[in-house]
T-cell receptor
Framework: AQTVTQSQPEMSVQEAETVTLSCTYDTSESDYYLFWYKQPPSRQMILVIRQEAYKQQNATENRFSVNFQKAAKSFSLKISDSQLGDAAMYFCANSGGSNYKLTFGKGTLLTVNP | ETGVTQSPTHLIKTRGQQVTLRCSSQSGHNTVSWYQQALGQGPQFIFQYYREEENGRGNFPPRFSGLQFPNYSSELNVNALELDDSALYLC????????????FGSGTRLTVV
């Protein structure tokens, strides 16, 4: 069974500042993947960053980076130099096993203040 | 390459009716998954199709059914609609051998009245 918990329903950040979104997970799979997705009002889920659990190195994509703590089952997202376009709902998700099912958290609504 | 296309974008149905939602997968992708996203919640996995067969199902009743066609496009059918079926339905496609790389469509907003 897979569970994903996002404990911050809402977060806000000033433009150009840094913000960290939290996520914890649980899984019975030995081979799994972790994701952060962004969902703007357009509704489409946009992949922000993807982490393969067997890789110890934290994934980074430009201004987005993760802190992956495998033993603690923690997977937080850091957004540096926040921009107005970063405002959206952010979902943490986990998948593993052969059926590629994604399990999502409840999301964190990020507001970016000018 | 084309992305994932879903139709229609919005739909209003009456309780008890049946609905069919459609998804065209991204070019080169052979797997399609469907998710239900209730307002203010994260998406919930409904089922996945690979090579025209159901390959995994979430905790949804049998009135939720699907199809995948030889061109890898897919349909989600919901019979005997209930008010709680009102949600955003998302389709995601992937290429099985690429391991957990998904592309999502913009969804169909279903309202049941």
């Amino acid at each position: 069974a897979q569970t994903v918990t996002q404990s911050q329903p809402e977060m806000s950040v000033q433009e150009a500042e840094t913000v960290t979104l939290s996520c914890t997970y649980d899984t019975s799979e030995s081979d799994y993947y972790l994701f952060w997705y962004k969902q703007p009002p357009s509704r489409q889920m946009i992949l922000v960053i993807r982490q393969e659990a067997y890789k110890q190195q934290n994934a980074t994509e430009n201004r987005f980076s993760v802190n992956f703590q495998k033993a603690a089952k923690s997977f937080s997202l850091k957004i540096s130099d926040s921009q107005l376009g970063d405002a959206a709902m952010y979902f943490c998700a986990n998948s593993g096993g052969s059926n590629y099912k994604l399990t999502f958290g409840k999301g964190t609504l990020l507001t970016v203040n000018p | 390459e084309t992305g994932v296309t879903q139709s229609p974008t919005h739909l209003i149905k009456t309780r008890g009716q049946q609905v069919t939602l459609r998804c065209s997968s991204q070019s080169g992708h052979n797997t399609v998954s469907w998710y239900q996203q209730a307002l203010g919640q994260g998406p919930q996995f409904i089922f996945q199709y690979y090579r025209e067969e159901e390959n995994g199902r979430g905790n949804f009743p049998p009135r939720f059914s699907g199809l995948q066609f030889p061109n890898y496009s897919s349909e989600l059918n919901v019979n005997a609609l209930e008010l709680d079926d009102s949600a955003l339905y998302l389709c995601a496609s992937s290429l099985a051998v690429q391991g957990h790389r998904y592309t999502f469509g913009s969804g169909t907003r279903l309202t049941v009245v």
